[in-house]
């Protein structure tokens, strides 16, 4: 910054806007004391069941999540026991207000294996719930 008097200005666009950090020193001078706190994973989610199931589709429903800090859900689906939260294996993303999905065009008669977990506004996400399994 030049010698003087400078005008900053920060402005958000409709997503809005959170900071990390931000930090203005002299030139000569290093930022001391500043950690990037990483925080604890978002908790968990409950209640993961099957609420119909048949016809080429399943419903899933879980617990209301009542966390502000939780942005979204996301949800998988293999046809493996041994799924794993993945970008291969996820279906869906869905805001953390939903309670239950749809998984519409399956196989019927073929076993699906499904678990969820949260993502918080840091980008985090949690542990994946128990896998469930259902066949349409």
Same mark, same amino acid.
């Given at each position: 910054?030049?010698?003087?008097?400078?005008?900053?200005?920060?402005?958000?666009?409709?997503?809005?806007?959170?900071?990390?950090?931000?930090?203005?020193?002299?030139?000569?001078?290093?930022?001391?004391?500043?950690?990037?706190? $990483?925080? *604890?994973?978002?908790?968990?989610?409950? @209640? !993961? #069941?099957?609420?119909?199931?048949?016809?080429?589709?399943?419903?899933?429903?879980?617990?209301?999540?009542?966390?502000?800090?939780?942005?979204?859900?996301?949800?998988?689906?293999?046809?493996?026991?041994?799924?794993?939260?993945?970008?291969?294996?996820?279906?869906?993303?869905?805001? $953390?207000? *939903?309670?239950?999905?749809?998984?519409? @065009? !399956? #196989?019927?008669?073929?076993?699906?294996?499904?678990?969820?977990?949260?993502?918080?506004?840091?980008?985090?996400?949690?542990?994946?719930?128990?896998?469930?399994?259902?066949?349409?």
């Amino acid at each position: 910054l030049k010698k003087g008097n400078t005008k900053i200005s920060v402005s958000s666009d409709s997503q809005g806007l959170m900071f990390d950090a931000f930090v203005l020193t002299t030139a000569k001078t290093e930022p001391k004391g500043i950690h990037i706190f $990483a925080g *604890e994973k978002p908790v968990t989610p409950s @209640g !993961l #069941a099957v609420k119909e199931s048949g016809k080429g589709l399943v419903r899933l429903q879980w617990k209301a999540i009542s966390d502000p800090k939780i942005q979204y859900v996301n949800i998988y689906s293999s046809n493996k026991a041994t799924i794993r939260h993945s970008q291969r294996n996820r279906i869906a993303s869905v805001p $953390a207000n *939903e309670t239950n999905w749809l998984d519409w @065009g !399956l #196989a019927p008669g073929r076993m699906n294996f499904y678990i969820i977990t949260t993502v918080d506004w840091d980008g985090r996400e949690s542990k994946p719930t128990k896998i469930i399994k259902a066949i349409p």
